[in-house]
């Protein structure tokens, strides 16, 4: 793992070159504040519509589009069009987050944290020279084939269902990082 100065500077590149989520800027920006933590990656939630050519490609997978807020049937339906071949998967993914915890018992405490926000798969997903990773991650997801060799394979009415769920989905699961938000503020209001 890279240290804090060096990941935090790939951070601010990253953030003036719009690679990082604009909703989730204020949430990461107070986790990097915090003497005991800095983050490495993020993603705010999406909804997208993903291009792959065989299951389980992940490497020669290729985004039609991509949504970090709630997307409408209009957007969806225009990005249908650019559909060509492979398989498509229309898929709506939690927000994620990875920081790294000066230590297990400040990793502890953020678990606890991402867990009372109901982040229920966080987890420590790697220890190397003594600091901790921590991926902060939700339930809330969709992955629906939704076509196959250019052929669309569902009906208008369930595309609108899955899109419908999709904007449920994302706007619930954007809420926990509110509330993650809320009790990091509190965390460096107390330190």
Not at 9 to 38: C, Q, T
Not at 62 to 85: I, N
Not at 97 to 123: P, Q, R
Request: glycine fraction near 4%.
């Amino acid at each position: 793992m890279m240290d804090k100065k060096e990941t935090l500077e790939k951070y601010e590149r990253a953030k003036r070159n719009g690679k990082v989520d604009k909703d989730i800027i204020p949430l990461l920006e107070k986790i990097n504040s915090l003497h005991n933590f800095y983050t490495t990656s993020s993603c705010s939630g999406r909804i997208v519509l993903l291009n792959i050519p065989e299951v389980g490609d992940k490497k020669g997978a290729k985004f039609l589009c991509k949504w970090h807020r709630e997307a409408d049937k209009k957007e969806l339906l225009e990005c249908l069009k650019k559909y060509k071949e492979n398989y498509l998967f229309f898929i709506m993914q939690s927000p994620i987050i990875h920081i790294v915890a000066s230590n297990l018992e400040w990793a502890d405490e953020m678990m606890k944290i991402a867990l009372s926000c109901g982040f229920k798969y966080t987890s420590i997903k790697k220890v190397e020279n003594k600091k901790i990773l921590v991926e902060v991650l939700s339930t809330e997801n969709l992955h629906i084939p939704i076509a196959r060799d250019g052929k669309i394979m569902v009906d208008d009415e369930q595309l609108t269902f899955f899109l419908e769920m999709a904007n449920k989905l994302l706007v619930r699961a954007k809420s926990k990082l509110k509330c993650l938000e809320e009790k990091i503020s509190y965390l460096l209001s107390s330190s």
